[in-house]
C-alpha cells in the first residue's frame, strides 16, 4: 500500500521535471523578488543597526531563505482538489482504495522534492552571489533548519488542502483561495518579519499557524533563534501540524458526506 | 464600436447571473481583494514605524502613490483578466471556439473575463489618494482630473501590454508557463519610490517590465516631485508602445495556435 503512496510522489516528481523549463524564469523572479525587498529593507536601516531584534545582514539573510523556503513549501493542492471538485473527478477518486487526502499530500510532496532540487537550491545559489547572504556556521542550525523546513511543507499544504476542501462548502472557493495566500504571506513573516509588527498584532500573529511556515524556520537560519530554542520553535511547529489534522480529517469525513457534482 | 459595447452590456449581463449562482462567494472574493490591498498598506505602515523618510519620501507621500497604484490595477483586474489563460483556452481548447467568431479573440477573451468587482479596489485608491493628499496639503488643480484619467489609461495599457505579450507566450510553449502568477508578485514594486533601488532594478522597473510606470512616475506629478514629472508625462508613450507590442506579439501568437484541446 504504502508503495502505491510513494509512487505518487515519483509520478508528480516526474511530471515537475517535464516542466522544468518554467522553473528557471521562477528563480529569476524570486531573486527580483529578494532583491527588491532587500533594497527596500536597506533603506529602512539606513544607518540604523537593528530592527526589531535583526541586524541588516541578519534581515538580507532572512529575505533570501524566507522566498527559497517559500520557492520549496509553496503548492497548489488548494486549487487542484477545488479543480477535483468542480469537474466532478473527485467522486472516482474517492472510490479508489487509497486516501484521496494523503494522496494529494504525497503529490504535494513530489512537487516539493523538484522545487526543493531544482528551485530552491540553485535559487539559493543565485541569490548567494547576488546578495551579501550569511551562512550559518552551526551545524545545529543548518539542521534545525531543514527538518523545520519539511514541516513548513506540512503545514502550509495542511492549509492548502482544508482550503481546497472547504469548495465542499462555498462550491466555487476561487476568493477564499486568493484570500488564504494573501493571509499566509502576509501573516507567516515572508514580507514582514513578525518581530517587526506592532507589539499587538505580532503576539496575535503568535498564536497562529502561520508563523511556523516561514517565521521559526527563518529564525533559526539566520541565528535570531540558537540552542535549547531551537527545540521550542520546532516544538511550536509539531503543535500545529497536530491540532491541523483534527480540522484536516472532520472535513474530509464530513465533504464525503456532502459530495453532489456539479458537473462532468 | 457600437457593436462592441453591445458585446460587452451583454457579457456584463451574462457575468451578473453566473454570480449570483455563487452568491457567497461573491463577497468573499472582493473581501480577499481588498485584503489584499491592505497587505500593501500594512507593509507601509510597519515600514514607517521603523524610520521617518524612505529615501526621502514620507508616509503619506508613499501611502498616495499606493493609492494612485490601485485606480490603474483596479480597472486592468476587471476588463483585462488572463489569469487561468493558458489551462482554459490552450490546454481546454476553447481557443477553438473564439477563433470562429467574428468579433477579435482578445477582445472576446477580455469580455469573458471581465470582474467587475476589482473596480471597488480603484474606487478604494482615489480614496486613499485623497486621504493623504489633503494630509500633505496638495493642491487641486485644474488639471488634476483630466490627467488623472489619462494617466489612468496609459497605465493600464502598460499593464495591458505587458500581460498580453506574457500571455501569447503560452501560444508558443506546450505547458503552462509559470511566469504570469510570478509577475504579479513584481509588479507591486513600481509602486515604491524606484530611487531606492539599484541601478539595475531601476533600469528593469523603468524600461524593461515598466511597473514603475503604473504607480511611482505618474503620482510624483501630483505630488510635485520635479524629479519624476518628465517621466509622468512620458506614461502615455509608455502605454501606446507596450499596448502595441502586446497586440503585435498576440496576433503573431494566435496564428501558431494549432488547437491542443479535444
Known sequence: MLEAYFDFIRIRFLTMLAYRLNYYTGILIYSLNIGVNYFTWKAIYGQGESLGGFTAAQMTTYVAVSWMARAFYFNNLDREIATDIRDGSIAIQFIRPYNYVFAKMMQGFGEGMFRFLLFMIPGMALAMLLFPVQLPHDPAAWAGFLVMLFFSFLINSQINIITGLLAFFVENNEGLMRMKRVVVDLFSGLIIPISLFPGWLSSILKLLPFQAITYLPGSVFTGRVQGVGIWNVFGIQIIWFAILLIPLFWLYRAARQRLFVQGG | ?262
Open chain 2, 1 to 262: 464600436m457600437l457593436y462592441h459595447l453591445g458585446l460587452l452590456s451583454e457579457y456584463l449581463k451574462n457575468y451578473m447571473k453566473t454570480r449570483l449562482t455563487y452568491r457567497a462567494d461573491f463577497w468573499v472574493e472582493v473581501l480577499s481583494d481588498l485584503l489584499f490591498q491592505v497587505t500593501n498598506l500594512v507593509f507601509i505602515f510597519v515600514i514607517f514605524m521603523h524610520t521617518n523618510t524612505l529615501a526621502g519620501w514620507s508616509q503619506n507621500e508613499v501611502v498616495f502613490v499606493y493609492g494612485f497604484f490601485m485606480v490603474p490595477w483596479g480597472v486592468f483586474a476587471c476588463f483585462v483578466n488572463m489569469w487561468n489563460f493558458s489551462e482554459r483556452y490552450i490546454v481546454k481548447g476553447e481557443m477553438d471556439r473564439i477563433l470562429t467568431r467574428p468579433a477579435h479573440n482578445l477582445f472576446q477573451i477580455f469580455l469573458e473575463n471581465v470582474d467587475p468587482p476589482s473596480l471597488i479596489g480603484s474606487l478604494i485608491g482615489l480614496l486613499i489618494m485623497a486621504v493623504s493628499g489633503f494630509n500633505l496639503g496638495l493642491p487641486f488643480e485644474w488639471w488634476t482630473v483630466p490627467a488623472l484619467i489619462l494617466l489612468t489609461i496609459s497605465a493600464t495599457a502598460i499593464y495591458t501590454g505587458i500581460y498580453t505579450t506574457l500571455t501569447a507566450l503560452s501560444f508558443y510553449s506546450d505547458a503552462p508557463t509559470g511566469i504570469i502568477p510570478l509577475m504579479y508578485n513584481i509588479q507591486s514594486y513600481g509602486r515604491y519610490p524606484v530611487t531606492i533601488y539599484n541601478r539595475a532594478i531601476q533600469v528593469l522597473l523603468t524600461w524593461i517590465l515598466p511597473f514603475a510606470f503604473v504607480g511611482v512616475y505618474p503620482a510624483g506629478l501630483f505630488l510635485q516631485r520635479e524629479e519624476m514629472t518628465r517621466m509622468a508625462l512620458l506614461t502615455p508613450v509608455m502605454g501606446a508602445i507596450f499596448l502595441s507590442i502586446g497586440l503585435f506579439v498576440w496576433n503573431r501568437g494566435v496564428r501558431k495556435y494549432k488547437g491542443a484541446g479535444s
